[in-house]
């Protein structure tokens, strides 16, 4: 059988870890300047604590994991039936009860609803942890990815959001990567729905202007008469959408935006608390076509978007003033964001952004001349090793050009060599690959070259 792997996945070489940990390292070192604590939770979770959160859309692309016994006999019969259930779209508790988490927010939800009791609040909390999704694979999109995550729950502060967003700018500075943070407000979303005829059409709403970027405003406006808008709200969506198109300041689009809501309650807390967050920034942007389309986002809602290149959002959040009510302990505020680390790799490969030395998996190789410089060797790596110098001496005793060329495609920049005038002279030879000059020192010596 030819080996494959499944659609949606990736392998990891050395090099390409290398990288992706660069990025996980200087995500996580933020995350811990700015006080947040770690956290996992299992790969999978009860079929009952995911479904339902996402969204219509977001429901459909859960994982679901075949309950284990299927192999006895006696249960064939009933699993028959259920499969033929499961096709039709239902949920059948005995053939799935658990499923791989969609994302990292609703498994910490449910942390914090079984752990309140211990919990001191605000819990500040980040995670970094693979997600799956039974999505279409496309650039940027993949079927298992890596999220990392930091959420404040027991806090209804907007400083919190400003914190976050302080955030994605040190973070995507530190990685060179120019970004556009954009912001909108789940209540002016509401009170949009509102607008339309009731909050009860707000789920409808979302999800269509969620996919204008992708479709269109005409394939917007036919999902919106599909799903039973009639066509003064969507002229109503449609006046509130031509506020995106116009090349204008924050302070602009927010008055507009007031102008259009000023009969609404719900709205205009949303433009209230987008102006306290666009006032302490000069960087964000006002952007109400974004939706974050998933149920349980109350306020503030973000995403960020690289600059420059074709790309997906690489990171988005917002608050959710209620999610742990989900699981019968309300009133527990929350607000997080989100990095798509797959997204930023794409974007930092593409953009030759990632530093020359993640190549260098090790600072120096020892020539193998055979076993009588053994000895030397072992003491030799064993000293390098107690300065904390990666090296490696080449395992087997062959010819010194195919040594040469392993130690090339290592990305190694210093190769030592102790043959038998180097024993005799209680020496060292080193070469410097990038410049290609070549010394005789001493090991103290080679070690101060080394960290220097």
């Known amino acids: 059988m030819k080996p494959s792997l499944p659609q949606g996945t990736r392998d990891f070489g050395p090099e390409t870890v290398r990288k992706r ?19 996992e939770t299992p790969a999978f979770e009860n079929l009952e604590t995911l479904m339902g959160k996402y969204g219509e859309e977001g429901d459909k692309l859960i994982f679901k994991i075949l309950n284990n016994g299927l192999e006895r006999p006696e249960k064939h019969a009933a699993a028959n039936e259920d499969f033929k259930k499961v096709l039709e779209g239902k949920n059948v508790k005995g053939l799935t009860e ?34 799956w999704r039974a999505d279409r694979p496309q650039r940027g999109r993949y079927r ?3 999220q990392c995550d930091a959420d404040v729950v027991g806090s209804q502060s907007l400083f919190n959001e400003i914190e976050l967003i302080h955030i ?26 509102t607008l339309c005829g009731g909050l009860e059409k707000m789920t409808i709403i979302t999800i269509a202007i969620d996919k204008l970027d992708k479709i269109g405003i005409d394939k917007v406006n036919e999902e919106l008469r599909q799903r039973g808008n009639d066509e003064a709200s969507i002229s109503i969506i449609n006046q509130y959408l031509d506020i995106a198109q116009q090349e204008v300041s924050n302070a602009e689009i927010l008055k507009q935006l007031k102008t259009m809501f000023k009969d609404t309650t719900i709205g205009l807390e949303g433009i209230a608390e987008l102006e306290y967050l666009t006032t302490n920034f000069e960087t964000v942007k006002v952007d109400v076509t974004l939706a974050r389309g998933l149920n349980y986002y109350t306020g ?14 690489i990171g988005g959040g917002g608050r959710y003033d209620d999610l742990t009510g989900l699981f019968g302990v309300p009133n527990i505020p929350g607000v997080g964001i989100s990095f798509g680390v797959d997204r930023i790799y794409d974007v930092m490969d593409e953009k030759a952004l990632f530093p020359n030395e993640l190549n260098q998996s090790v600072k120096i190789m020892l020539v193998n001349f055979g076993e009588a410089f053994e000895k030397r060797n072992m003491e030799v790596l064993k000293a390098l090793r107690a300065e904390n110098i990666s090296c490696e001496l080449f395992p087997d005793a062959i010819k010194f050009d195919k040594q040469l060329k ?10 030592a060599m102790i043959g038998e005038e180097e024993l005799n002279e209680d020496c060292i030879s080193v070469k410097n690959f990038n410049s290609g000059e070549q010394k005789k020192m001493n090991l103290t010596e080679m070690i101060s070259l080394l960290k220097g």
């Open 21 to 39: 940990q660069y990025i996980l390292d200087t995500i996580r070192s933020v995350f811990e300047l700015y006080g947040f604590q770690p956290l």
């Open 98 to 131: 658990r499923a791989l988490k969609y994302d990292l927010t609703i498994p910490f939800a449910r942390y914090v609803a079984m752990n309140h009791g211990q919990i001191t609040f605000p819990f500040k909390r980040y995670q970094i942890q693979p997600v």
């Open 144 to 146: 298992e990815f890596t």
């Open 168 to 193: 994605y700018l040190e973070v995507f500075k530190k990685l060179k990567i120019n970004v556009t943070v954009c912001l909108n407000n789940r209540k002016v979303l509401a009170g949009l729905a």
């Open 300 to 313: 503030t809602i973000l995403e960020v978007k690289p600059l420059g290149i074709q790309m997906g959002s």
């Open 406 to 415: 392993y130690a090339n495609k290592r990305n190694m920049p210093f190769i």
